[in-house]
């Protein structure tokens, strides 16, 4: 068996301790060092070279942010943040994500937390998964303020505008990986997109907020967490708040979003199957994306919307994905249109409408 090795940083000693003893339980798993801050966690990532890094957010002499900047530009290492939920560690969970983290886990009750074996099952699931990555495909993103447009609308036809004879939306899929691949996508879609678009990323509640404004600060279309009574709006992407599923529902001639908390679909709320289910209950256009992710969220969702919607389906790529497992599952169905890297698939969807 070859084992994962992990270097484990957070500076409660508690919390190291928990958590260590939490992965080594697990035989794949070893944990070869630890590390009270960020000083010490660059220099036990030079030492040790671990195969994974899980790194908390908060920490002395140097923080989690810092830490995470100089081990992705010197010796990058896949790495699983664990973060509190209130809103600055959401922020700087999100700002980790563009800097190159894995994924991260939210701890259940703060900074220390004594319930932190609610989320074990979790963070092993996703130290395994970290452990594949190709560390290439963590590199940062540009924090670019409004992107140029890439693409001029002039030429959209009339018929695929919302005043047309069908209603058209973008609906958007995503898990382990989602915030970049978002970011990739909607910050390069002009501020005259003519469709509302729908996305569900697999998040914890409290950071799906942060995400929202982080991606509304960097687009040219407005972004924001889905609200229950959201009228449907062209140029306007709707993110599902952790903790709810995302489906919509017919109000005169508009339609409205609607949130509920009912239960998990495959392990899921929000879930990417309720949303692509609830869209096919109308007979509109759609173009559905399926980004990186691990398992198959969206895949049964995308088959009834093939069989009930004008639908044009879209997956990431295995060349861009973080986690090729919501993307690859999709692409089995021999229903996904396009197979594109990340950064061609907002010029798709431009040229699609």
């Known amino acids: 068996m070859i084992m994962i090795n992990v270097l484990v940083v957070d500076d409660s000693a508690f919390m190291r301790k928990m958590i260590s ?5 697990d035989p794949s798993i070893q944990v070869i060092g630890k590390a009270r801050n960020g000083k010490e ?24 942010i810092d830490a995470l900047k100089s081990i992705m530009s010197n ?4 790495t699983i943040m664990l973060s509190s939920t209130t809103k600055e560690g959401a922020e700087t969970t999100i700002e980790a994500m563009e800097l190159g983290a ?13 319930d932190i074996h609610k989320v074990t099952e979790d963070l092993i699931t996703k130290v395994k998964l970290a452990a594949k990555m190709k560390v290439s495909k963590l590199s940062s993103l540009p924090t670019v303020r409004k992107r140029e447009r890439t693409v001029q609308m002039g030429e959209l036809s009339s018929s695929s505008s919302e005043n047309g004879a069908k209603k058209s939306l973008v609906a958007i899929g995503t898990s382990t990986g989602g ?10 879609l002009p501020e005259n997109f003519p469709l509302p678009i729908l996305v569900v990323q697999h998040m914890p ?17 407005a972004v924001k967490e889905a609200e229950d009574g959201d009228f449907l709006q062209k140029g306007t992407a709707y993110i599902a708040p952790g903790g709810k599923h995302l489906t919509i529902k017919r109000m005169g001639t508009s339609f409205v979003i609607k949130l509920d908390d009912s239960d998990q679909v495959n ?8 949303m692509f289910e609830s869209i096919s209950d109308y007979k509109m256009k759609v173009i559905a994306v399926i980004l990186t992710g691990m398992g198959s969220d969206g895949t049964n969702g995308l088959l009834q919307l093939k069989n009930n919607n004008e639908t044009v389906a879209i997956a990431e790529s295995e060349q861009t994905s973080i986690v090729y497992g919501m993307p690859k599952s999709a692409i089995q169905t021999n229903k996904v249109d396009f197979v594109l890297n990340v950064e061609d698939i907002a010029p798709a969807i ?4």
Request: no cysteine.
């Open 21 to 25: 003893d939490f992965l080594n339980s």
């Open 41 to 64: 966690a660059i220099e036990k990532n030079e030492e040790l070279k671990p195969d994974v890094i899980t790194l908390d957010v908060e920490m002395p002499v140097i923080n989690g």
């Open 75 to 78: 010796a990058p290492t896949p």
């Open 102 to 114: 894995f994924d991260f886990i939210a701890k259940p009750s703060g900074s220390i937390s004594l």
């Open 179 to 188: 915030p970049k691949a978002l970011q990739e996508v909607l910050t390069v």
């Open 205 to 221: 509640r409290g950071f799906t907020k942060s995400l929202s404004q982080r991606l509304n600060t960097l687009s040219n279309i």
């Open 267 to 274: 392990g899921h709320r929000p879930s990417v199957d309720k």
């Open 350 to 353: 431009i040229d699609i409408v």
